[in-house]
């Protein structure tokens, strides 16, 4: 508790500190700022907009709380009895840095965080949008359309990815919990997107291994991961916007590519659901991971705004192809929400989430069901306070004798976020 006191004061100190760094330097090129401005931006634009000056550094952080009250159940009655009270705050370090013209850094480390309560590096990646520094004007036709990230960082599989919570930053989710089956890793990864006329292509290659090291075991398999993502981002009209992507990520080895929906050190948004009152249970507790080896996984994402009005769905399939870890999962999911006010700052709206499917090709089959309600207020463009119902079940033959069998949890929770 004293170490969780002490973050937090550094983490205060930092963020006091740090805002008047952060806004005198806020925009740099070809960005994505932390707040309400970055709502519904997936890729970073190729709009050139901002003329490059000097070397120029954005020091920001995350910060959120919350106030959890659910409730808990299965079958076998066996579930630890959870009360109505905060969690413990979770904090972000972001470094942002313009290093030359078309060129930045970005550097994540999680201060504090449900499953590293010790400061982590979450990761960091270089962004190059032009190679000047190679040479005045080298390739400026086609960096006009292309962005090159390399780093050790999450990649870009999916467009649920952008509008998750990651450990603090929790501004751009409209909810308190990412998606059942919640695609995200940090591994070291090189990516290129091309992007003209509101078309859009990525493709990339990670080296499949969440936990980074260079020893080789006699059952090493260790093989390469590969993803892209092809789609449309139009704005239609002032008040119309439609994007449709379709995501794939493919791993062929056997010690490689388990991480796509487990890699996330920052655990579940929903503390303590699901533990048994003499196992515990782990801080991932209420998602779904297979953890298969010779990973594909297929993502479709749909995003309509009209005015107000915004959707945003799933469609996942993600397959296991060795031996034993041959099963597969549907994931299906919609978002609709609707921003009032006079600068959109009020929201209402609701989620659907539902995963289903086998570990193993003809086993038993298991099923999650989420729902959440609710809504949030920007008080300014960096502070929210979002209030949610949620209601999840598990059911199914796979989950038969364990503490999933007929297992649901519902509640409400309070979360105030700030991101700048």
Do not use: C
């Amino acid at each position: 508790m004293k170490t969780s006191i002490k973050i937090l004061l550094i983490t205060a100190l930092i963020s006091i500190t740090g805002i008047g760094f952060a806004q005198q330097n806020r925009v740099l090129q070809f960005d994505r700022l932390n707040g309400q401005d970055g709502l519904n931006i997936f890729e970073t634009s190729k709009e050139d907009t901002v003329a490059f000056e000097k070397l120029k550094a954005r020091l920001g952080g995350d910060f959120a709380m919350q106030f959890q009250a659910i409730t808990q159940g299965n079958d076998l009655g066996n579930l630890v009895k959870l009360g109505d009270n905060f969690n413990l705050p979770t904090a972000n370090l972001n470094i942002d840095v313009q290093l030359e013209d078309g060129v930045k850094l970005h550097l994540r480390t999680y201060l504090s965080a449900r499953h590293h309560e010790e400061a982590w590096v979450k990761g960091g990646h270089i962004q190059m949008d032009k190679l000047d520094f190679i040479k005045p004007g080298f390739l400026e036709g086609f960096m006009k359309v292309a962005t090159i990230r390399i780093g050790l960082d999450e990649f870009n599989y999916g467009d649920a990815h952008f509008r998750r919570t990651d450990n603090a930053r929790a501004i751009y989710n409209p909810f308190v919990g990412n998606y059942i089956m919640d695609a995200f890793s940090t591994e070291a990864f090189g990516e290129l997107t091309l992007q003209k006329n509101g078309l859009l292509a990525v493709v990339g290659v990670t080296n499949g291994k969440l936990n980074q090291n260079v020893v080789i075991n006699d059952n090493s398999d260790n093989k390469m991961s590969f993803f892209g993502k092809l789609g449309v981002d139009k704005q239609v009209n002032d008040d119309t916007r439609v994007r449709l992507t379709g995501s794939w990520y493919v791993n062929k080895g056997t010690t490689t590519g388990t991480w796509l929906y487990g890699g996330d050190r920052g655990g579940s948004r929903y503390y303590s659901v699901l533990h048994d009152q003499v196992d515990g249970g782990s801080d991932f507790e209420g998602r779904v991971n297979a953890r298969f080896t010779e990973l594909t996984a297929i993502q479709f994402n749909p995003f309509v705004k009209l005015k107000g009005l915004e959707f945003f769905g799933i469609y996942e399939i993600a397959s296991g192809g060795a031996d034993g870890n041959d099963g597969s999962f549907t994931q299906l999911a919609g978002e609709l929400l609707y921003r009032f006010g006079s600068t959109d700052q009020l929201y209402v709206g609701g989620r659907y989430n539902a995963v289903k499917g086998a570990s193993v090709d003809g086993g038993p089959e298991v099923e999650v069901n989420r729902i959440n309600l609710g809504g949030g207020w920007f008080l300014t463009k960096n502070v929210m306070m979002k209030l949610e119902y949620v209601s999840q079940q598990y059911d199914g033959d796979g989950y038969a004798g364990t503490k999933y069998q007929g297992a649901s949890f519902e509640g409400v929770n309070i979360e105030a976020t700030i991101g700048f």
